[in-house]
């Protein structure tokens, strides 16, 4: 039920914002119509190279974390399925829960500790924002390059906070463990060692990891770029960046799944210093049906997938009479 009610909120946001604005839909719809199909085809398949890029980071991330030596390492591919399913999970629920469930289907699939490898989701999670904070900085030069575009102020702000907040959680991990495992009930302090263990070691090779997850930001830049091409519109390459960086700020708004209906009038009022609003709307909607409606029905595909897989394996497990079983823990020692 509060699923629905956020897609009644998300239907009620975009009839607002239509009808306040006094967008003329045909007009819209004329530059949604017109454009070239080939380009929104390209910006598609740029679009689904994240999830390779993003799949292979998170694979490094698990093998980091020792997930390579106590239990089956994800290959590329179906690191980047379960990223895919998190991603669908994320658009249809509140709070970002995808993330939860990708550290859960994972655990499904392969037996692991799900407290550590929900470590490693955290650890991406810290990076992804200094990234987005790069790139935020990145655009916002970008666009002070063209005197006739100023940025607003909060979204750097927004992401200062963020990056402040997520290195400041990863500096009191680091140095307080031992007094934040004391408070814990006994019971819960395996797990958090081992969910400490996940997000510490998924640090090592920084560098590349790194590298992966700018690859990623990238293919979502330019996704956009080619929805953008596709309509056959003018607009700056730092607004491309900025608009894309603004979209993933927005998205994780909880008052609707995935951002609907907030994540559509962002980029559209940013779109809108740059194109009519008509055609700042008909660019909103080609991306979201690529980044949302498009990632829903392919995550759902998956998640059909993966149910078959976890389904085998507990049939596996109940034909041998065993259970699956985290490996022991370690005392984070290099944590």
């Known amino acids: 039920m509060p699923t629905i009610a956020s897609f009644v909120v998300a239907v009620a946001i975009i009839v607002f914002l239509v009808s306040r604005f ?12 017109h454009s070239n199909p080939l380009l929104y085809i390209t910006a598609v398949l740029v679009h689904y190279t ?10 490094m991330l698990l093998r980091n974390a020792g997930a390579a030596t106590e239990e089956s390492l994800p290959s590329v591919t179906a690191s980047a399925r ?37 470590g490693t989701v955290l650890a991406e999670r810290v990076m992804d924002v200094l990234l987005v904070f790069m790139l935020l900085l990145t655009g916002i030069l970008l ?20 990056s402040v907040l997520s290195l ?27 969910f400490h263990l996940g997000t510490m070691r998924s640090f090592r090779t920084l560098p590349l990891v790194m590298l992966l ?43 609707t799944p995935g951002g609907l209906g907030i994540v559509e009038a962002g980029i559209g009022g940013l779109l809108a210093l740059a194109v009519s ?4 709307v008909s660019i909103a909607l080609l991306d979201r049906s690529i980044s949302y409606l498009s990632v829903v029905i392919f995550g759902i595909v998956a998640l059909v997938y993966h149910q078959r897989i976890a389904l085998r394996r507990s049939r596996g497990l109940g034909s041998t009479g065993t259970k699956g079983m985290a490996a022991p823990e370690e005392k984070p020692g290099d944590g």
């Open 50 to 59: 994240t999830f390779l890029f993003r799949g292979a980071r998170w694979r």
């Open 168 to 194: 400041s959680a990863l500096l009191v991990m680091r140095f307080f463990w031992k007094s934040l495992t004391r408070f814990l009930p006994r019971r819960l302090q395996r797990a958090y060692i081992s």
């Open 277 to 280: 609003a008509e055609e700042a």
């Open 143 to 162: 666009l002070y390059l063209d005197t006739d575009l100023r940025p607003s102020q909060t979204l750097i702000l927004v992401g200062l906070a963020l």
């Open 213 to 255: 997850g700018l690859l990623g930001w990238l293919s979502e830049v330019g996704r956009l770029y080619f929805v953008v091409k596709a309509t056959g519109l003018e607009v700056g390459f730092g607004l491309i960046m900025f608009v894309m960086v603004a979209n993933a700020l927005l998205s994780a708004v909880p008052l």
């Open 82 to 118: 379960l990223v895919l399913m998190g991603w669908m999970a994320s658009s249809v629920t509140w709070f970002r829960m995808g993330d939860a469930y990708r550290a859960y289907a994972y655990t499904e699939e392969s037996g692991a500790s799900l407290a550590r490898t929900g």
């Open 22 to 33: 006094s967008i003329d839909l045909e007009a819209t719809w004329q530059t949604i119509r």
